[in-house]
């Protein structure tokens, strides 16, 4: 009796050993992927910080792509195997500005991604048009560029469906991607967005043109930095801006770039092979350890 007490009490200690084993285990791989994800939405969190001054150089340069299951809810730089470039312009439209932009890369045969405040679409909607029949891209960046950080998720879904509808009603498109006002995000707004099936569109590059420095300074910026898969960031209506893009533009070329629409650039994200698929679970994560 007491023999078997002894291997019962052995048995016991050896199942407990077994079962701290298979914890300790666990707590590696949880920990391991954190560090791993988390890792890699510090980049994503890191560019929503732009606009509050944060060194705007501070950059991914593998993918950086963030998906709810299989489908693609935010990117921050397309793919780092291919020498594209998405060329995205802010805050338009203007009745004038626009229509010479869109001249301008008609005449350089580029095509952009135009993401538009919804009160200026229903003041200038004929300019839509004209986006859609170059081959453009339109994109919804809220229809009063408010700041959606600081707001309840209402306030991201009126903003959200008020630009589609206005972009709607100018040209019967339905957009696919959204860009947050004044570049301000949070985990809410991304997810909000992908409530209407919207990608959430951030960036590589931003030259700080809002600030409207001399074009050479603009494409020093970019030409110092621009790598394979990048979305540079530039505004609608910046002479400056427009004065830089066909020196920039032929420079690019000639090292080997082409330019593409966000949509295009997305379409090849599956050829990358080591395209890195992150729960939003993991982003949510990162983003309350962070507060
Ligand atoms: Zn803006």
Redesign the pocket.
């Known amino acids: 009796m007491r023999r078997n007490n002894k291997e019962r009490v052995r048995m016991k200690q050896t199942s407990n050993w077994r079962y701290c084993w298979w914890l300790f285990i666990s707590l590696f791989i949880l920990v391991a992927y954190g560090a791993a994800y988390g890792e890699d939405m510090r980049h994503v969190a890191t560019s929503g910080l732009f606009a509050h001054g944060v060194d705007p150089w501070l950059l991914p340069s593998k993918p950086h792509t963030l998906w709810e299951g299989n489908h693609l809810i935010a990117i921050v730089r397309g793919n780092p195997q291919r020498k594209e470039i998405a060329l995205t312009f802010?805050?338009g439209p203007h009745p004038l500005f626009t229509l010479r932009l869109l001249a301008l890369l008609k005449m350089l045969h580029v095509r952009a991604t135009f993401?538009v405040?919804g009160w200026k679409v229903d003041q200038a909607p004929w300019v839509l048009q004209r986006m859609l029949e170059d081959g453009n891209e339109i994109g919804d960046?809220t229809y009063h560029?408010f700041d959606l950080k600081s707001g309840p998720p209402e306030l991201t879904a009126a903003e959200i469906e008020m630009c589609n509808d206005a972009i709607y009603r100018a040209c019967g498109y339905t957009p696919l991607f959204f860009?947050p006002?004044?570049?301000q995000f949070d985990p809410a707004v991304i997810h909000e967005a992908a409530a209407h099936h919207m990608i959430t569109v951030l960036w590589t590059d931003d030259p700080a043109d809002y600030e409207s420095p001399p074009a050479d300074v603009i494409e020093d910026r970019l030409l110092h930095h621009v790598s394979p898969g990048a979305i540079i960031l530039l505004?609608d209506g910046i002479e400056q801006t427009y004065e830089m893009l066909p020196d920039f533009i032929e420079r690019m070329r000639r090292a080997g770039y082409t330019f593409v629409t966000l949509r295009e650039m997305i379409e090849h994200l599956d050829n990358t092979p080591h395209a890195e698929r992150v729960q939003l679970a993991s982003f949510r994560r990162f983003n309350t350890r962070t507060k």
């Open positions: 802010d805050d993401f405040v960046h560029h860009r006002s004044g570049g505004h």
